[in-house]
């Protein structure tokens, strides 16, 4: 016989796996570029919530980092640098069309080796590689026998990188919406309310932004915004859980380019740049800040 201590023990642990049971939808918030600003990456694992955090490779603080956010109870991927159509320079653990599979998989098993927290990974820049369908079977190949996740930040419509990860059966989502090519305050708080509602009425959204100060002000008042939404915050391990076998095959969609590496100094604001969402306006790929 089950005590009536015992069962509620149990409904306690089952209703928090499931998560509420209003929650009239579900979204994964990334914050890219996360390893050169030791203050605003730990503004970052400070966010409310499961903000999911996406973590350069070699950048100085990432290591550090990464172990915080796991003791503060956020998940971390490794936010991995690929090369891309303007031949922009890479970070440290860059991962190019140039390489051979050896010297490929090397390189990825060294960047997870440097954050083994990671539970997934999703690229920086980008545009040229996720377009060539014989590196990104190696990166699906490496993903799957490490049993990690891909996140496909879409920095060209052109990319190929989440089907392929679908043809490898590797867990996989694609971004829905950057909250701060615009690092506009009022704009970027639109953004997030986009992706709000995209959640609301989709049934799920992922949204990547970047330890901007302007952003994390953002991020500090979605707690109200989920609420009022019914809408709940999950890592993307979870989100994927939930809703990857559901997903429609991807459009040749627009989409916009995230910035490239938030450096040590932080830049001036970018240039306004007006997007619609769910859909985006096409943007120059990998545009830097």
């Known amino acids: ?29 990334i914050i890219d570029d996360v390893g050169y600003s030791a203050d605003l990456g730990e503004r970052t694992v400070a966010l409310p919530g499961a903000i999911t955090l996406a973590i350069l490779p070699k950048a100085p603080h990432s290591p550090r980092l990464a172990r915080l956010a796991v003791e503060q109870g956020k998940e971390v991927m490794l936010h991995n640098p690929m090369s891309n159509t303007r031949d922009l320079p890479l970070d440290p653990g ?14 990825l098993a060294d960047n997870f080796e440097r954050i083994p927290e990671a539970r997934g990974l999703n690229n920086h820049m980008g545009s040229l590689l996720t377009q060539q369908a014989t590196p990104m079977g190696w990166l699906m190949e490496f993903l799957s026998a490490r049993g990690a996740y891909f996140v496909d930040s879409r920095t060209t419509a052109a990319s190929r990188a989440w089907e392929t990860a679908q043809r490898y059966h590797v ?26 509602k995209l959640a609301q009425t989709r049934g799920y959204a992922v949204a990547i932004g970047h330890p901007y100060p302007e952003t994390l002000s953002a991020l500090e008042q979605l707690p109200g915004l989920l609420s009022a939404a019914q809408v709940e915050l999950i890592p993307v391990s979870d989100l994927l859980a939930q809703v990857s076998h559901s997903l429609p095959r991807m459009s040749a969609g627009r989409c916009a380019a995230p910035p490239s590496t938030l450096q040590l100094r932080l830049p001036a604001p970018a240039q306004k740049v007006h997007v619609r969402l769910p859909q985006l306006d096409a943007l120059k790929l990998d545009q830097p800040i």
């Open 94 to 107: 860059g991962l190019t069309d140039t390489m051979d599979k050896a010297g490929f998989l090397a390189t």
């Open 171 to 196: 867990p996989s989502l694609p971004r829905d919406v950057f909250l701060d090519h615009d690092r506009d305050p009022e704009q970027i708080l639109r953004q997030l309310q986009s992706a709000v």
């Open 1 to 29: 016989m089950i005590r009536p201590r015992a069962l509620l023990l149990i409904a306690a642990c089952w209703l928090g796996a499931a998560g509420p049971a209003h929650a009239a939808g579900l979204l994964a918030v």
